[in-house]
């Protein structure tokens, strides 16, 4: 069996069913963990700096060729 650790995010009402159902049938933990304050803090300073300068965005293409 596989023990992947995954982080989601449920965008629709029927995913967040299907996902509690497969908890209830013990297919799957809900590992819940708190988002740490220093992430949380430079998300939101990151967060500021764009919308202060949208200029310094980037494409999602540009994004991704430079994750390779």
Do not use: V
Request: hydrophobic content about 45%; charged content about 25%.
């Amino acid at each position: 069996m596989n023990n992947n650790i995954y982080q989601i995010a449920i965008k629709k009402e029927y995913a967040a069913a299907i996902i509690e159902d497969l908890k209830l049938m013990d297919a799957i933990d809900i590992l819940e963990q708190p988002i740490p304050a220093w992430h949380q803090e430079e998300s939101i300073r990151r967060l500021a700096s764009y919308q202060a300068n949208p200029s310094i965005g980037i494409e999602e293409d540009t994004f991704f060729n430079r994750l390779k």
